[in-house]
Antibody, heavy 121, light 108 residues
Framework: DVHLVESGGGVVESGGSLRLSCVVSGFKFEDSAMHWVRQAPGKGLEWVALINWDGGNTYYADSVKGRFTVSRDNRRNALFLQLNRLTPDDAALYYC??????????????WGQGTLVTVSS | SYVLTQPPSVSVAPGQAARITCGADNIGGKSVHWFQQRPGQAPRLVVSEDSDWPSDIAERFSGSNSDNTATLTITRVEAGDEADYYCQVWDTDTDHWVFGGGTKLTVL
């Protein structure tokens, strides 16, 4: 079975930083692109970032570009999202997602349960 | 930026068919994916235009896509289908994934 477990969320002050992690199992991690998607309380889904199989290509939503950095460690089956210069608008449940294929253009196959980021002003 | 427009809500009686639309300029030329999010749960993929999607989702869920509208159809709606539904596409102009605003399906 495929499992994705996010961690690292918490309460941070506006302007602060946080590093989210996602550890996966049940599939060949190095063959899959990965994504982060967030959902503010009571709101819809917002794609945040994607990283291809080897980390050589990354893409970001305009709302986070220059502040967030996605990375991965294929030896540890782990995905990361570094969040810097956080604002209250970044408060959300952050989901880690396995993409179909290695380039990031395929469907979103499996989702984790999310880790909650709260930003205090 | 590419915008996907969904109705905020759709209501349907049990046993009837529900149709949720996703409108955008020339969306018929893109692959559209649909997600279901039940209250308190993570989203899950229910319909994909990828031909090799080995879905274990009920065959009551299907998608169509043409011109400027994609549609998710749920036949013989059940109480357990009550959820938020989101459409999604890859925008090749911006290299961004885009979600629709979501539609809340209510089973009467």
């Amino acid at each position: 079975d495929v499992h994705l477990v996010e961690s690292g969320g918490g309460v941070v002050e506006s302007g602060g930083s946080l590093r989210l992690s996602c550890v996966v199992s049940g599939f060949k991690f190095e063959d899959s692109a990965m994504h982060w998607v967030r959902q503010a309380p009571g709101k819809g889904l917002e794609w945040v970032a994607l990283i291809n199989w080897d980390g050589g290509n990354t893409y970001y939503a305009d709302s986070v570009k220059g502040r967030f950095t996605v990375s991965r460690d294929n030896r540890r089956n782990a995905l990361f999202l570094q969040l810097n210069r956080l604002t209250p608008d970044d408060a959300a449940l952050y989901y880690c997602i396995k993409g179909h294929g290695d380039n990031g253009y395929g469907r979103f196959d499996f989702w984790g349960q999310g880790t909650l980021v709260t930003v205090s002003s | 930026s590419y915008v996907l427009t969904q109705p905020p809500s759709v209501s349907v009686a049990p046993g009837q068919a529900a149709r949720i639309t996703c409108g955008a300029d020339n969306i018929g030329g893109k692959s559209v994916h649909w997600f279901q999010q039940r209250p308190g749960q993570a989203p899950r993929l229910v319909v994909s235009e990828d031909s090799d999607w080995p879905s274990d989702i009920a065959e009551r869920f299907s998608g169509s896509n043409s011109d400027n509208t994609a549609t998710l159809t749920i036949t013989r709606v059940e109480a357990g289908d009550e959820a938020d539904y989101y459409c999604q596409v890859w925008d090749t102009d911006t290299d961004h994934w885009v979600f629709g605003g979501g539609t809340k399906l209510t089973v009467l």
